[in-house]
């Protein structure tokens, strides 16, 4: 259903602080390249970050299958990225996902996969701003739920700043993550207590104290999880419409972060793995420890003030690249027209403000609602977008986009194939309490489409690219 798209007119240049209306929609500056998005990207999914808080509840649940896992995930995100990067250089859009599946798979499937991943980029960055508190220790005991509220608002203050700063700035903070991580791996190889079988052993610590077996459906129920560990290189394509040449930049920005963040994450997982000293101190997951445990306080405490660094500043990436996607919706007519207005404002730095502000207050609020239900309703959602992503790839060469200039995808289309049928079996193993919830959520979405917006269609939900991301 390619008559959906239409291009955003470029008649009228953007003014900081101008509202949007249906004959000047708002455009992004084109203001970075490889290597500013790539930093940008891999800060997004804050791969130490990541390590240090989501990584230690799947040791708790899948203990020495935790690699495996993250490794047969990382595996299907290869799949995931080619279809990412072939349809963010057909699609250039800050829109990101919505605007690739809306073109290629019509408007309602558009306006779902737009609903998965605002809630998504909702409530990851709350997930991860809450792991703040327990790396400050070493220094300030402090409440996880306020540490984490803070982070968000001082990230979107950040937010609010020129997008070439806090590349910049996200890029030394990176620096740090990155060190972190790799002293994990260092010093988890050196203390090494079992032998590379135990990578597939498929062992946990047992309530009782004894070992249980990791069974095959588990892994394939953590596989939501493991998925949304290096979730955030997909993000690349929310920059897509501030990248230089992204009908080349895309693919690169997408398939560059996919690598460098899966290698900075499983490194130290295995490290981890092979380094703790019994299966009771692997499922505990208390990774600073461990380190301690290898070294010394001050080794241990420079770790942790290193992820608490990595936290902030996946905090500041995840508020920026956000904000494009509510920027995007408003700019594409989602909302009633006050409110379209509101999102689309540029501030004085050029970036959307109020989408910032938008995104930023409530992920603070969320900081004080049950951790396990946010880890639950994220893994089922980008499980779901990840599916009508691979949808949309499928239909991704159909009539005039069969010979629009593009990257184009290998294996095309068994590969789309393949993943939505994992991906299909992979949500049904997921827990009912969080496919309800999404499932929920979904449906009111759906009533909004055909209560509201279906009625609408000629001026609402008017997904656009701009017009100079079509040379």
Sequence with gaps: MTDTLRPAETDAPATPGSTTDDSSPQKL???????????????????????????????????????????????????????????????????????????????????????????????????????????????VHLDPSMTGAGVMLLATLAGLLDLRANAWITGVFLVLEVIAA??????????????????????VAGTGGGTDTVTAMLVVSGLAIALFVTQGFSTAVYLSEE?????RNVARTVLLTLGISAVIILVPVVAITLGASDLAELTGGDIGAMVTAWSNSAVGTFVSLCVALAIVNAGIVMVIQNSRVLFASARDKAWPEPVNNLFSKLGRFGSPWVSTLAVGVPGAVLCFVNLDTLYGVTGVSVTGMYLLVAVAALLARRGAHRDTPAWRMPLWPVMP?????????????????????????????????????RPRRDTRWLVSIPEDARV
């Design 243 to 247: 990248l230089e040449n992204p009908r």
């Design 417 to 453: 194939v393949l993943l939505i049928a994992v991906l299909a079996y992979v949500l049904s193993q997921q827990e009912t309490e969080y496919l309800l919830w999404t499932g929920g959520i979904t449906a009111v979405a759906t009533l909004y489409w055909a209560l509201y917006l």
């Design 29 to 139: 500056k084109r203001s970075i390249g490889v290597v500013g998005g790539t930093l940008l990207t891999l800060s997004c999914v804050t791969p130490a970050s990541t390590l240090f808080v989501v990584v230690p509840d799947l040791f708790g649940s899948l203990g020495t299958a935790t690699a495996l896992t993250i490794a047969i995930g990382s595996l299907l995100c290869i799949a995931v990225a080619f279809c990412y990067s072939e349809l963010g250089t057909l699609i250039p859009s800050a829109g990101g996902e919505y605007a690739m599946v809306s073109t290629m798979a019509g408007r309602l499937a558009g306006w779902l996969v737009f609903v998965l991943s605002l809630l998504v980029v909702m409530i990851v960055p709350p997930v991860i701003a809450m792991g703040t508190a327990d790396y400050l220790a070493p220094i």
């Design 182 to 203: 790799a002293v994990v791996a260092v010093l988890g190889f050196a203390h090494g207590e079992r032998g590379p079988g135990s990578l597939v052993s498929m062992e």
